[in-house]
């Protein structure tokens, strides 16, 4: 059974502020290994949109968070399908050629020192 009128509309408002903030902390916090699985926040989502009749800025809400959850996957996907970088060996510092200055003193007023 639907809940209709204000007390669906502020349970899913408070659903969705909740939704929210968990699943911020929960997928990017812990982008490696997240608290809850993006299945179980979908799961959440669908029932807060079966469970009431949303308003447009409440379906507007269910949709940035699906797409933040398809984002999470897409980008743990990614670091899945890279291969592991294992760094070059390092190279070993080669010494500077050694230069020899050569110091030849400067005269302002030419060489004449009449």
């Known amino acids: 059974m639907k809940l209709q009128g204000a007390p669906s509309a502020l349970l899913a408002d408070q659903e969705l502020t909740h939704l929210e903030l968990v699943l911020r902390r929960s ?46 996957e897409a980008g743990n996907r990614t670091l899945d399908t890279v291969p592991e970088l294992t760094p070059d060996p390092p190279t070993p510092i080669q010494p500077a050629p050694r230069t020899v200055l050569h110091w030849t003193p400067v005269h302002p007023f030419g060489n004449d020192r009449s």
């Open 27 to 72: 997928l990017i916090d812990d982008a490696l290994c997240p608290i809850m699985p993006p299945t179980y926040w979908r799961e959440r989502l669908a029932l807060v949109a079966r469970n009431s009749h949303l308003s447009h800025t409440q379906l507007q809400t269910v949709h940035r968070l699906y797409l933040q959850i398809d984002a999470h």
